[in-house]
């Protein structure tokens, strides 16, 4: 073919065209076009077929589904459908007209491979046991890698002919660890806010746990788009919330509106004003943790990194009597200084918006902190910038508040090495003096 395919967005993303052009002449037309009110996510599960029949993915329907197009991109037919995502294609087999996908469709925290044909025939599930799945599949979709894990169970892969059944193990999950160590249990709680929303998050109980006790809690939160943290995967063996409940401290974290793998309209509640929703669902989390009856209200501390250390200070800043204490790392404190192509998918443009903005932006806010404050950042941060933690430490002193920092002097977005074991240590003091 002569023929090159692009995608092209507006600068808002919310109108995506599909284009044909010609290699030789640049002449392009129109293979298809897609609006949404809010914004468009872009993925790369777009495949041309060897007749010029074009697979892909949408979320035109609210969730992310299977689309099959003729050459000339005319719609043949949906081959998915349901209130449940498409996270991936795993392979597409166009000489047996199949399709190979991996999906939320048995639940909204596990993953699981499925097979579906042209004709948009029920999927059929190829894998079994209730976790995460994470596949890699041989060009020709004859056979397949699972690496399997679950919050139980660390992971493990086996090869899998294209029907799914197991032909051998090729490598064994490496068990040592739990072995060695006391591995707390990570219980997922499903619950529904006030609104009838269900939500899921995950809970840590302190060691040696006592039901008549009232524990502090440390919320960990990251809360932002194309972004999913509780799932029914391994979460990793010792980590740093397992040495806090090891300490005494129930650990709690959940999935607001915002976050993926719940569709898009689960995700575009944040549209123009970041921040807002997702605080509302997490206070949502709040109250039912609360009423569990074993965490002390009044020792609520939150934890989290760059989008989760943004909605650290927007939880400290808007909800200064439920958090005590908060340590934001890598926070974004005023969304005009972050990369455009992020900022304007969810704010818009600053000056069509500009309430938005000023209203998302902890910087703004100073004056309603609270709490203790642990702000952390790297001076060279290549993608949230320093000058964040430079305005809001300005900002906060200029409103006449205490708070804490830790500032490191490398140059990445996240913490290495020495200096993430210092950040880790430190923050585990900064919590025990804050709330014991």
């Known amino acids: 073919s002569r023929s090159v395919l692009a995608h092209r967005l507006n600068r808002v993303q919310n109108h995506l065209w599909i284009?044909?052009?010609?290699?030789?002449?640049?002449?392009?037309?129109?293979?298809?076009?897609?609006?949404?009110?809010?914004?468009?996510?872009?993925?790369?599960?777009?495949?041309?077929?060897?007749?010029?029949?074009?697979?892909?993915?949408?979320?035109?329907?609210?969730?992310?589904?299977?689309?099959?197009?003729?050459?000339?991109?005319?719609?043949?037919?949906?081959?998915?459908?349901?209130?449940?995502?498409?996270?991936?294609?795993?392979?597409?087999?166009?000489?047996?007209?199949?399709?190979?996908?991996?999906?939320?469709?048995?639940?909204?925290?596990?993953?699981?491979?499925?097979?579906?044909?042209?004709?948009?025939?029920?999927?059929?599930?190829?894998?079994?046991?209730?976790?995460?799945?994470?596949?890699?599949?041989?060009?020709?979709?004859?056979?397949?890698?699972?690496?399997?894990?679950?919050?139980?169970?660390?992971?493990?892969?086996?090869?899998?002919?294209?029907?799914?059944?197991?032909?051998?193990?090729?490598?064994?999950?490496?068990?040592?660890i739990l072995e060695e160590y006391e591995i707390l249990k990570t219980e997922i709680h499903r619950f529904q806010g006030s609104d009838g929303t269900v939500f899921y998050g995950r809970l840590i109980r302190p060691a040696h746990f006592d039901p008549k006790k009232k524990y502090p809690a440390i919320v960990t939160i990251y809360g932002g788009p194309h972004a999913q943290s509780v799932r029914n995967a391994w979460p990793g063996g010792i980590n740093w919330e397992q040495v806090m409940a090891h300490r005494g401290f129930v650990i709690w974290q959940m999935d607001n509106r915002g976050s993926s793998g719940r569709g898009h309209r689960f995700e575009t509640p944040l549209y123009r004003r970041l921040g807002r929703q997702e605080l509302a669902d997490q206070l949502e989390g709040i109250r039912y943790l609360t009423g569990l009856g074993f965490v002390d209200p009044e020792r609520i501390g939150v934890q989290g990194w760059s989008y989760g250390g943004y909605m650290t200070l927007y939880c400290l800043l808007h909800a200064p009597d439920v958090f005590r204490a908060g340590a934001a790392g890598a926070a974004v404190t005023d969304w005009r200084n972050y990369d455009t192509i992020y900022t304007e998918r969810y704010l818009g443009l600053p000056e069509e918006n500009e309430e938005g903005y000023r209203e998302s932006s902890p910087v703004h806010h100073a004056a309603n902190l609270k709490g203790r404050l642990l702000l952390i950042h790297n001076i060279e941060d290549d993608n949230v910038l320093f000058a964040n933690a430079l305005q809001m430490m300005n900002a906060l002193q200029s409103a006449g508040k205490s708070f804490q920092t830790l500032i490191y002097p490398q140059k990445s977005h996240g913490l290495m090495g020495k200096a993430s074991q210092h950040r880790w240590q430190e923050q585990t003091r900064f919590f025990e003096e804050a709330l014991r």
Not at 53 to 76: M, N, P, V
Not at 150 to 159: F, H, K, N, V
Request: a negative charge.
């Open 19 to 176: 284009l044909a052009a010609d290699a030789g002449s640049g002449q392009s037309r129109l293979l298809i076009e897609e609006t949404d009110p809010a914004w468009i996510n872009i993925t790369d599960d777009f495949h041309v077929l060897p007749d010029g029949r074009i697979l892909r993915t949408s979320e035109q329907s609210g969730f992310r589904h299977i689309y099959l197009h003729d050459a000339s991109g005319k719609l043949l037919r949906q081959l998915t459908r349901g209130e449940w995502e498409v996270t991936g294609i795993a392979c597409v087999d166009a000489a047996r007209e199949a399709v190979y996908f991996i999906s939320t469709e048995a639940s909204p925290i596990e993953r699981h491979l499925y097979r579906t044909d042209f004709q948009g025939a029920p999927p059929r599930r190829l894998t079994e046991a209730a976790g995460t799945h994470s596949i890699q599949m041989s060009p020709a979709c004859d056979d397949y890698l699972d690496t399997f894990s679950s919050l139980e169970s660390p992971p493990r892969t086996t090869l899998h002919d294209s029907s799914g059944k197991q032909l051998r193990v090729w490598r064994e999950a490496d068990t040592k």
